[in-house]
C-alpha cells in the first residue's frame, strides 16, 4: 500500500517556466490536498478536491491551478514560475471530513526551487 | 478566518526535562491534530484531538484539548534526543459540514533535546 506518492522530490526551476507536481493516491480516499511550506513556517493550503471534477482554492491559490480527473490523482501545476513560489509542496488526503479520526496521510514533498 | 497560533516556537531542552508547547485557536472547532516533522521529511500524524477534554498519549508525549478556551497543549515528559524534532498542531475548519476536512496549520515548534 503506497499511500500518498509526490513526484518530483526535487525541481529547480527557471523563473517563467512551467511545470506539473504530480500527487497519486491509492487508498480510495475522495479528499485530496496541497499545502506548500516555506521555511519556518506552518503549512498553507493552495488548493484542495473534495472528489474527481470538483476542486475548490484555499488560502494561497495565485500562480497555480489544479485538475481531479480521477479519485486517484490531483496534479499541481505551475504556470510562469516566479522566485516566491520556492517552496515545498505537500500532497495529502483524507478519507472523510465526516470521519476526522483518520485524519491526513501526507506525501513525502516535493522541494521546489526557482531561480 | 481561523487562526492558529504555536508557542515557543523554538524550544531547547535538556534531557529529562518536562516542557509544554502550547496551541492557541480563534475559532470553534471540532478537530485538532498535532504532526511531527523530522528535517526534510513528511509529516508524521500525533495525535487526533476530537472531544473537549481529550487526552491522548503516546511514550513521552501527551496532548491535550480544551475547546473552550481553544486550546491545545503538548506535553513532552523527561525529554530525549530522539524527540528533537517540528512540532505541528492543525485545526480543523468547523463550518457546519462544509469545511471538508480543511486544517490551518500553526507555525510549528523546533525542539532540540541536548544531552
Known amino acids: 500500500n503506497a499511500g500518498v506518492t509526490q513526484t518530483p522530490k526535487f525541481r529547480i526551476l527557471k523563473i517563467g517556466q512551467s511545470m506539473t507536481l504530480q500527487c497519486a493516491q491509492d487508498?480510495?480516499?475522495?479528499?485530496m490536498y496541497w499545502y506548500r511550506q516555506d521555511p519556518g513556517m506552518g503549512l498553507k493550503l493552495i488548493y484542495y478536491?473534495?472528489?474527481?471534477?470538483?476542486?475548490d482554492k484555499g488560502e494561497v491559490p495565485n500562480g497555480y491551478n489544479v485538475s481531479r480527473s480521477t479519485t486517484e490523482d490531483f496534479p499541481l501545476r505551475l504556470e510562469l514560475a516566479a522566485p516566491s513560489q520556492t517552496s515545498v509542496y505537500f500532497c495529502a488526503s483524507s478519507y472523510s471530513a465526516a470521519e476526522p479520526r483518520y485524519g491526513y496521510t501526507f506525501g513525502s514533498g516535493t522541494r521546489l526551487t526557482v531561480v | 478566518e481561523l487562526k492558529v497560533e504555536q508557542n515557543p516556537l523554538f524550544l531547547s531542552m535538556q534531557e529529562g526535562k518536562n516542557y509544554t508547547i502550547y496551541c492557541n485557536y480563534s475559532t470553534t472547532s471540532d478537530r485538532l491534530y498535532w504532526y511531527r516533522q523530522d528535517p526534510g521529511k513528511s509529516l508524521e500524524s500525533l495525535f487526533v484531538l476530537l472531544s473537549n477534554g481529550a487526552v491522548k498519549q503516546e511514550g513521552r508525549l501527551m496532548a491535550s484539548l480544551d475547546t473552550k478556551a481553544r486550546l491545545s497543549t503538548l506535553h513532552i515528559t523527561a525529554a530525549v534526543h530522539d524527540l528533537s524534532a517540528t512540532y505541528f498542531c492543525?485545526?480543523?475548519?468547523?463550518?457546519?459540514?462544509?469545511?471538508?476536512?480543511?486544517?490551518?496549520f500553526g507555525q510549528g515548534t523546533i525542539l532540540t533535546v541536548h544531552p
Open positions: 492543525a485545526v480543523g475548519h468547523n463550518a457546519g459540514g462544509t469545511s471538508y476536512g480543511k486544517l490551518t
Open positions: 487508498m480510495n480516499h475522495n479528499y
Open positions: 478536491s473534495v472528489g474527481a471534477g470538483i476542486t
